[in-house]
């Protein structure tokens, strides 16, 4: 099993800042399959990023990822009010699929 | 668009049964596998099960094994997730999840999820 963990817990920014989440893998993504999702309370998750890198539809181009094998990045590059969230990375190369334990993303 | 909408949960007692239904809209639902996903009280999502579109490819968290059953019934547009022996500690809120296409692990879409209580 991958166990994706994520850092840090807890990020305190303000609007206009750029934000940078932190994902590591126990062991090497494979293909790098590896997706971001942010989640408000008494929300749906919404589907950010794919692939590692790659942007989901209609996903503002603020939201950039990178990263491959065992260490990923999610960057919001100038925060909107908007986009202070909970945020989780999640491996679907392997069953079981696995989200790290998540960042919150506070003002 | 894509709609997904859950239904079924409530309060249930320790060790008896409950059946979560996923209702899909807005896309060709026999064409995509789909999840359930949970998240616990002050914990965050955890991946319960997955079943492809047609139903032959189905895994699960190790701690629902034996216990949970996935299921679909495409001509319904719904998933189920059928809960047995329910512990106190599957209490959540239940998302159903659509996969990216017919047998892909990515999920692409999500619902507004509903509450399980395990409780005595």
């Known amino acids: 099993e991958i166990v994706l963990t994520q850092s840090p817990g807890t990020l305190s920014l303000s609007p206009g800042e750029r934000a940078t989440l932190s994902c590591r893998a126990s062991?090497?993504?494979?293909?790098?399959?590896l997706a971001w999702y942010q989640h408000k309370p008494g929300q749906a998750p919404r589907f950010l990023i794919y692939?590692?890198?790659n942007r989901a539809t209609d996903i503002p181009d603020r939201f950039s990822g990178s990263g491959s094998g065992t260490d990923f990045t999610l960057t919001i590059s100038r925060l909107e009010p908007e986009d202070f969230a909970v945020y989780y990375c999640?491996?679907?190369?392997?069953?079981?699929?696995?989200f790290g334990q998540g960042t919150r993303l506070e003002i | 668009q894509v709609q997904l909408v859950e239904s079924g949960g409530g309060v249930v007692q320790p060790g008896r049964s409950l059946r979560l239904s996923c209702a899909g809209s807005g896309f060709t639902f026999s064409g995509y596998s789909m999840h359930w996903v949970r998240q616990a009280p002050d914990t965050g999502l955890e991946w319960v099960a997955f079943l492809s579109n047609d139903g032959s490819n189905e895994h699960y968290t190790d701690s629902v094994k034996g216990r949970f059953t996935i299921s679909r019934d495409n001509s319904k547009r719904t998933v189920y997730l059928q809960m047995n022996i329910v512990r106190l500690d599957d209490t959540a809120v239940y998302y159903c999840a659509r996969g990216d296409g017919p047998g892909n692990w990515l999920i692409d879409s999500w619902g507004q999820g509903t509450l399980v209580t395990v409780s005595s």
């Open positions: 999640q491996q679907y190369a392997s069953s079981p699929i696995s």
């Open positions: 062991q090497s993504v494979a293909r790098n399959y």
């Open positions: 692939g590692a890198s």
